[in-house]
């Protein structure tokens, strides 16, 4: 009679784990998909963004060297930093005149330009195996005259490319010149009402227009901005979801294992 309890006991056992492996089937793919992925490079470095600077040529600078990819960055939203065992340093890659570091040794710091013109700067960071590098430009421009409106905003190109500019709102333009062209047209016009009033009407609608335009570009690009940031932290997150589903898996299957390996050594040790 106990050899027969026994035996039921058994079966119900080997039935649970049978359940329990076929469940955990699609985290054992994973483990294998996990397993045999392509190892990851050790390190990353991340100059950031490239931008427009007015004299006197100050930028703050914000680079990251680490062992996890900066993808947040694309926008220039991850956070500046160096991982463990990691040495940084700013340097200038090019340019026309000298450019000094506030601290030269970090990933955050403060570059001063002497002069205007376009800059390449170079962000290194090293451990004890690898050595890599990363740059961003840098245009410098003279600062704008009293009579002259400039514009700093994040003009939107595309979605994975978004960068600091400065553009030029008041004037509109040069008109000066143009007629001095040879094959200007000599047509005569009549404007209904006169020339004055349309400029006058026209001139700050164009005005608004183009504000409005650089208002949106840095509303899109900050979204952008956000979006890349959520996504990877939605992917960081599926992967630690992943990762402790398969512990789980792991210690559920192998404490049902345990149970099943306790109950027949009982069952042998009762018929001997």
Do not use: H
Not at 5 to 26: F, K, P, R, Y
């Amino acid at each position: 009679m106990k050899n027969v309890v026994l035996t039921s006991v058994i079966s119900i056992l080997l039935a649970a784990a049978a359940s329990a492996q076929e469940t955990g089937s699609s985290d054992a793919a994973r483990v294998t998909t996990v397993q045999t992925a392509a190892p990851r490079p050790d390190l990353y470095v991340d100059a950031g963004v490239d931008r427009d600077v007015v004299m006197p040529g100050k930028t703050y600078l914000k680079g990251y060297a680490g062992y996890a990819r900066p993808s947040a960055r694309r926008g220039g939203g991850a956070p500046a930093g160096t991982g463990p065992g990691i040495t940084v340093a700013w340097s200038k890659a090019s340019g026309p005149g000298a450019v000094t570091f506030a601290e030269e040794g970090k990933a955050e710091t403060i570059a001063t330009f002497s002069q205007t013109g376009v800059y390449v700067l170079k962000f290194s960071g090293q451990n004890s195996a690898t050595n890599l590098s990363s740059t961003l430009t840098v245009r410098v421009a003279d600062a704008p005259p009293k009579d002259r409106l400039d514009v700093v905003y994040t003009k939107f190109e595309s979605l994975s490319r978004q960068r600091a500019v400065v553009e030029t709102l008041l004037p509109l333009g040069d008109l000066e010149g143009l007629a001095q062209e040879e094959n200007l047209s000599r047509a005569q016009y009549e404007f209904l009402p006169s020339a004055e009033s349309i400029i006058e009407e026209v001139l700050p609608t164009a005005f608004r227009v183009k504000l409005f335009q650089c208002f949106l570009d840095a509303a899109v690009s900050e979204q952008i901005a956000r979006m890349v940031a959520m996504k990877a932290a939605t992917e960081n997150a599926d992967s630690i979801i992943g990762n402790l589903s398969i512990t789980y898996n792991r210690a559920r299957q192998t404490q049902i294992t345990s149970e099943i390996l306790e109950v027949i050594s009982g069952a042998n040790a009762i018929n001997d």
